[in-house]
């Protein structure tokens, strides 16, 4: 992991006490701020509130439901970004039908009723224009994609619990892209909560997505977003 991330805070102190600001009278009272972290008192928020809670966050704050926790998705970096857009070109010329939709955000129900922002969701053109508010449903999403962040929560939250959320709903493939271990993981064949099927690749590794994705990935290019 980068050294230093395990000192980094989740977010600044002026947008804890914005996001405090505006949030719902239900919520304003449980949270705090503590050692860089944002914290929820009294157990778990209910779902109508982290959505209000969500929508008027700063901007600079991202927020997920993940395991039936409130968390703060890390803002990405420029080589996070790098990464979803060159994995986005790949999925475009291979399948121009299909769209990698950045940051999308999904209703994982059967997973403690969370609520996951993914890096990226790959679903056929158009497919969430029909569907209100910022949380779709994660019906008819052919893959889902997350990059490791370089923070100390990565490994529970984006090698372990966003995973799992995504294979409770059923998504066909899920693709993690580690940047602490030069990797992309393959995982496919959801059942029960689980991905049946697990298989990583390094970088400059041709990787085969399978079906219902199918699609090839030439991963040279990532070893030049390697820090």
Not at 51 to 80: C, F, M, S, Y
């Amino acid at each position: 992991m980068t050294p230093g991330t395990d000192e980094r805070p989740q977010m600044s102190v002026e947008d804890f006490e914005e996001l405090v600001r505006r949030a719902p009278e239900t919520v304003r009272n449980r949270l705090e701020f503590y050692g860089g972290r944002l914290r929820l008192k009294h157990g778990p928020i209910d779902v109508e509130d982290f959505e209000e809670l969500a929508r008027v966050a700063p901007e600079t704050v991202t927020l997920e439901l993940i395991n039936g926790k409130l968390e703060v998705k890390p803002v990405p970096d420029q080589l996070h970004g790098a990464i979803v857009m060159w994995l986005l070109r790949q999925c475009m010329q291979q399948r121009p039908e299909l769209a990698l939709y950045p940051e999308q955000g999904l209703r994982v129900p059967t997973y403690r009723n969370g609520r996951a922002r993914a890096d990226g969701a790959l679903a056929p053109l158009d497919h969430f224009i029909d569907q209100e508010g910022e949380w779709a449903s994660p019906e008819g999403v052919l893959m889902a994609v997350e990059v490791t962040s370089h923070d100390n929560d990565t490994d529970r939250r984006d090698r372990l619990e966003k995973g799992r959320a995504y294979a409770y709903v059923g998504i066909p493939v899920h693709l993690l892209i580690d940047r602490d271990n030069d990797t992309l993981v393959v995982h496919s064949a959801p059942q029960n909560g689980v991905y049946q099927n697990r298989r990583p690749y390094h970088y400059g590794s041709t990787v085969r997505l399978p079906s219902p994705v199918a699609i090839t990935l030439e991963t040279e290019k990532l070893k030049d977003y390697v820090t």
